[in-house]
T-cell receptor, first 112, second 116 residues
Framework: LAKTTQPISMDSYEGQEVNITCSHN???????ITWYQQFPSQGPRFIIQ?????VTNEVASLFIPADRKSSTLSLPRVSLSDTAVYYC?????????????WGLGTSLAVNP | DVKVTQSSRYLVKRTGEKVFLECVQD?????MFWYRQDPGLGLRLIYF???????EKGDIPEGYSVSREKKERFSLILESASTNQTSMYLC???????????????FGPGTRLTVL
């Protein structure tokens, strides 16, 4: 079964690009990777989702190598408001059900 | 926009009390979830439901039960609250794709429950 592992915390400065990597060594063929962002006192919210190669939206990019054993969330030119916890999620099959494999979250601190 | 609401933002209860946490979503989603979130432990799934009157245990169901009588409403019940159930409780809903493993979840704001 897939397990997701991500760094506990990261520090950055305003204007820098931030890359957060999640490893998911046992990802299965049909499994997608999704990233969420959570601010204090709020529920997580969807940022981006992908299956392979690169996905980009107005908020972030997601890079997934060919073996799909990891994924990297890229936040371009971060600002103070990007300070949050970032979670990766892999949804996989477990018998007849789907199982949600959440990472423990990466706390990103953006400094002025 | 999808809206997921939870009945309380903050709740204080005493040990042994029965506690109801309510969650309502307005997007006709089939799936609904209850999580608890504790520092350093991330999001842990308590129960989920993929249809009315259906429920499945998550990773930490002990001490909890759920009810889903209507599609839009999913309730979490603590039959006899204990201090180790002090936590942030998050509700989410989703409408999953059938052929691939993905699930875009929409979360409520959370209920911070304190059990004294």
């Amino acid at each position: 079964l897939a397990k997701t592992t991500q760094p506990i915390s990261m520090d950055s400065y305003e204007g820098q690009e931030v890359n957060i990597t999640c490893s998911h060594n046992n990802i299965a063929t049909n499994d997608y990777i999704t990233w969420y962002q959570q601010f204090p006192s709020q529920g997580p919210r969807f940022i981006i989702q992908g299956y392979k190669t690169k996905v980009t939206n107005e908020v972030a990019s997601l890079f997934i190598p060919a073996d799909r054993k990891s994924s990297t969330l890229s936040l371009p030119r971060v600002s103070l408001s990007d300070t949050a916890v970032y979670y990766c999620l892999v949804v996989t099959n477990a018998g007849n059900n789907r199982k949600l494999i959440w990472g423990l979250g990466t706390s990103l601190a953006v400094n002025p | 926009d999808v809206k997921v609401t939870q009945s309380s933002r903050y709740l204080v209860k005493r040990t042994g009390e029965k506690v109801f946490l309510e969650c309502v979503q307005d997007m006709d989603h089939e799936n609904m979830f209850w999580y608890r979130q504790d520092p350093g432990l991330g999001l842990r799934l308590i129960y989920f439901s993929y249809d009315v009157k259906m429920k499945e245990k998550g990773d930490i169901p002990e001490g909890y039960s759920v009810s889903r009588e209507k599609k839009e409403r999913f309730s979490l019940i603590l039959e006899s609250a204990s201090t180790n159930q002090t936590s942030m409780y998050l509700c989410a809903s989703s409408s999953p794709l059938r052929l691939v493993n993905t699930d875009t979840q929409y979360f409520g704001p959370g209920t911070r429950l304190t059990v004294l």
